[in-house]
């Protein structure tokens, strides 16, 4: 079995300090109703913040096809707005602060139509296409504590899929990536609506006879068009573009008279 699953590793500080992720996908570039300065706000924000890095999590652009539902005369052609998404990411590759970039359907349907997917090419232009997969991503994010006391991160990535209008829906689809791995972290886009809530679960260790909770957060990112088009013939609700923020924390605990540090997440959305 080939696997189209991109598995990442990053060391991303020293002194187990805090770092913060955004989600940041469904900017629909080249729609009429892209709100460009509100992406343009977000990109900033990031650049200003050293411990800040971004999840490119699919339908960056429109990729409004002749083909496709969306495709209209009002908004930019394929190119034209592969070519503004470039440039609004290019100081955040630069910067090595996009940790990965995966395909929307969005794309994928130039991949359908013809093979190409533009999030390869823009990958590749951005200088970052390692970070780059067709379906999902898997980051293991270490903040190195002392005396090797390393925390680690798991963090699972995909753009999603099929409908979902109603909210519990879009939940469930989140929920459903933990069925297919165990992380500490799932990111999912697609439905375009800012949503975050966690579960815990419990381990059978056999490998320490024990049985162990753990907690994993689940994150639905926002998208970056204002109301209109295709969600307003649709009488969908207009997304609340608020980009999700990934805490991720360590703190110490004292445990059988022992400290120790434990690795905790929180979402802003
Ligand atoms: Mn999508």
Redesign the pocket.
């Known amino acids: 079995m080939t696997w189209a699953m991109k598995t990442l590793t990053y060391n991303l500080t020293k002194k187990n300090e805090e770092v913060l992720l955004y989600l940041i996908a469904?900017c629909h570039i080249g729609s009429e109703h892209f709100n460009e300065p509100k992406l343009r706000e977000v990109l900033d924000e990031i650049m200003e913040q050293p411990n800040a890095y971004a999840i490119l999590n699919?339908?960056l652009i429109d990729n409004a096809t002749k083909s496709s539902v969306s495709f209209d005369y009002d908004g930019l052609t394929p190119s034209a707005s592969l070519g503004l998404c470039l440039q609004l990411f290019k100081p955040l590759a630069d910067a090595g602060k996009i940790l990965a970039i995966n395909t929307?359907?969005?794309e994928n349907r130039s991949k359908k139509d013809v093979d190409l997917d533009p999030t390869a090419i823009l990958a590749q232009a951005l200088g970052i296409e390692k970070a780059y997969s067709r379906t999902m991503s898997v980051l293991f994010l270490t903040m190195e504590g002392k005396k090797n006391h390393n925390i680690v991160f798991s963090v699972m990535a995909y753009?999603?899929n099929g409908g979902g209008v109603r909210i519990g829906s879009k939940a469930n689809k989140v929920e459903d990536m933990a069925k297919v791995m165990a992380c500490d972290v799932y990111c999912m886009?697609?439905v375009h609506t800012p949503m975050t809530f966690k579960e815990d679960y419990l381990i059978a260790d056999g490998t320490h006879g024990v049985v162990r909770p753990a907690t994993r957060q689940f994150v639905i990112s926002n998208s970056f068009l204002n109301y209109g088009g295709y969600s307003e013939e649709k009488a969908y609700t207009p997304t609340t573009i608020s980009v999700p923020k990934i805490h991720l924390c360590t703190r110490r605990i004292r445990k059988n008279g022992l400290d120790r540090i434990e690795k905790y997440t929180f979402c802003e959305v």
């Open positions: 469904d699919g339908d929307g359907n969005h753009h999603g886009s697609h």
